[in-house]
């Protein structure tokens, strides 16, 4: 999506049915893989809301503040907290979108962390750190690269190894 300064208009990435994976009977708690990021999702809608927000290029409600574009009414809502400054912090003045996201960024300050690895104590800021992290005692590898097989636990690590060993390109 590009924002000229009045609208918004569509950059059409080629994206379709086939570019979505879905294990349903997979016995993991997130059966649902998009397979043009890899990211994996716990039920088909959030899988759907994904490729709609990233890959289709389908963000029609642009930001008349800064110009970007957003999906849905909502997000651009969501978004628009953070210009009005709803929830800001005390500590440095960052804006959040939401008082759940001010919630997890006032812990970056007071250094609290409530989710701990009951396997091996360590504590994190988020649950999806944690989660994350569970993988490595489990041995789970969910993320897969699809042109030498190597697997990995987290999925960002997918990408910096397909970025790494598979592309051309280097940050």
């Known amino acids: 999506?590009?924002?000229?300064?009045?609208?918004?208009?569509?950059?059409?990435?080629?994206?379709?049915?086939?570019?979505i994976t879905e294990h349903p009977h997979d016995d993991k708690s997130t059966p649902y893989v998009c397979t043009v990021c890899h990211k994996r999702f716990v039920t088909k809608q959030a899988l759907k809301r994904h490729?709609?927000?990233k890959h289709t290029g389908d963000n029609v409600y642009p930001c008349n503040k800064c110009g970007k574009c957003f999906?849905?009414?909502?997000s651009l809502s969501y978004h628009m907290?953070?210009?009005?400054?709803?929830?800001?912090?005390?500590?440095?003045?960052?804006?959040?979108?939401?008082?759940?996201?001010?919630?997890?960024?006032?812990?970056?300050?007071?250094g609290e962390k409530p989710f701990e690895c009951t396997v091996c104590s360590k504590r994190f800021t988020e649950s999806v750190h944690l989660v994350a992290h569970?993988?490595?005692?489990?041995?789970?590898?969910?993320?897969?690269?699809?042109?030498?097989n190597k697997s990995f636990s987290i999925s960002s690590n997918l990408l910096r190894h397909k970025r790494r060993l598979h592309s051309n390109i280097r940050p």
Request: proline share 3%; hydrophobic share 15%.
């Open 1 to 19: 999506m590009v924002y000229t300064g009045e609208s918004c208009f569509e950059v059409n990435i080629e994206v379709d049915n086939n570019d």
């Open 134 to 148: 569970s993988r490595i005692h489990g041995g789970q590898k969910p993320y897969k690269c699809s042109l030498c």
């Open 71 to 74: 999906p849905y009414r909502s």
């Open 81 to 110: 907290n953070i210009h009005r400054s709803k929830y800001k912090c005390t500590k440095c003045g960052k804006c959040c979108g939401s008082r759940s996201h001010l919630a997890r960024h006032m812990r970056s300050h007071s």
């Open 51 to 53: 490729r709609r927000r």
